[in-house]
């Protein structure tokens, strides 16, 4: 599909995860049927047993198969395998409104970002939006800001717009839904240009059953966010855990030098040994997380090459884009 935005002609690609929504993809497509009729969809099925596959093929759209379960697998084939200018990433539930998508396109192109992020606005009922999902969400989320200075609000949510230099330099590593938080963290690392907007979020329609798992996939995200933070901040990992270390070497080694101080002895030397240990381990934590922090500097100037490696569109004199 090419979309104008003044001087802007840019190919957009449609790509939808889906696993077992056969009750809900075909609304999907219908809706982007309306909102952009001429787009070309892709429908990403992951092993379906309850026909998506046939239901999206009957609606027009063209369904690649994925083996690999798991939708940061999915992800990965979409972005390897799809060649455009601007991509639409929406889950294939039916919960997103794709109605103003083509004004977040050309909020996309019109500011030169490499993503935007629909942030989920609710009815504010439980069948729409589970409370634990909620939460966990907003507590993600923080944690994310927090640790990679961020300024998201919905860093879970499902719906996306990216530019071909976002996909294109995206290392995806993640197998199922901590790939949005690869996705965001990627963003922020990058420090790439990015926007989110408000985007009504709706209950499954009858018959869809939601493949979300509160705790299980909350604990998996959890431990994606630890890794991001141990490979993308190194220096403030180990660094955290020297000091950790270090405190608790001067608390053991306190008593024993106020008893050096008094009596000339050190009567309780395997204590000694220990904060020796805890010190010598504490020195140990700054090296490594220095020496990983060189390492990662070099793969995200690595990263941010493969980035600029990537055409993208061009400033004219009058500072418009071309293509």
Same mark, same amino acid.
């Given at each position: ?12 690609a449609v790509v939808l995860p889906c696993f077992n929504e056969a009750a809900a993809i075909g ?85 030169? &970002? ?21 939460w966990g969400n907003a507590a993600l989320t923080g944690f994310v800001s927090w640790l990679f ?58 018959? =869809?059953?939601?493949?979300? =798992? ?34 608790? =070497? ?27 240990? &805890?010190m010598l381990s504490a020195m140990l934590s700054l090296v490594c997380g220095t020496v990983l ?31």
């Amino acid at each position: 599909m090419n979309i104008q935005n003044n001087s802007v002609q840019a190919t957009v690609a449609v790509v939808l995860p889906c696993f077992n929504e056969a009750a809900a993809i075909g609304a999907v497509l219908e809706e982007f049927a309306q909102a952009l009729p001429e787009a070309r969809v892709y429908v990403f099925d992951n092993n379906s047993t309850d026909g998506t596959a046939a239901v999206a093929r009957a609606a027009g759209a063209c369904v690649v198969h994925v083996a690999r379960k798991g939708k940061g697998n999915v992800v990965r084939r979409m972005f390897a395998d799809i060649e455009a200018d601007v991509y639409v990433m929406v889950d294939g539930d039916a919960t997103y409104d794709v109605s103003n998508i083509r004004q977040h396109i050309n909020l996309l192109l019109a500011q030169r &970002l490499d993503m935007v992020v629909g942030c989920r606005q609710d009815d504010g009922h439980d069948a729409t939006y589970r409370r634990g999902h909620r939460w966990g969400n907003a507590a993600l989320t923080g944690f994310v800001s927090w640790l990679f200075t961020g300024r998201f609000n919905d860093m879970l949510s499902g719906y996306r717009v990216f530019s071909r230099r976002y996909v294109k330099s995206f290392p995806a590593m993640a197998r199922e839904f901590e790939i949005e938080t690869e996705l965001t963290v990627h963003a922020l690392e990058l420090r790439m240009p990015t926007a989110e907007v408000d985007i009504h979020y709706r209950a499954r329609p009858e018959g =869809s059953v939601s493949k979300l =798992s509160t705790y299980r996939d909350g604990w998996r995200i959890l431990k994606t966010i630890s890794k991001l933070f141990i490979s993308e901040r190194p220096l403030a990992f180990f660094s955290i855990i020297s000091l950790l270390l270090a405190l608790c =070497s001067v608390a053991f080694s306190i008593p024993l030098l106020l008893t050096f101080i008094e009596t000339g002895l050190v009567p309780r030397f395997p204590t000694a040994i220990l904060s020796l240990g &805890l010190m010598l381990s504490a020195m140990l934590s700054l090296v490594c997380g220095t020496v990983l922090h060189t390492v990662t500097i070099g793969r995200q100037e690595a990263k941010h090459l493969a980035y600029l490696a990537t055409p993208a569109f061009e400033l004219g004199k009058d500072g418009s884009n071309v293509p």
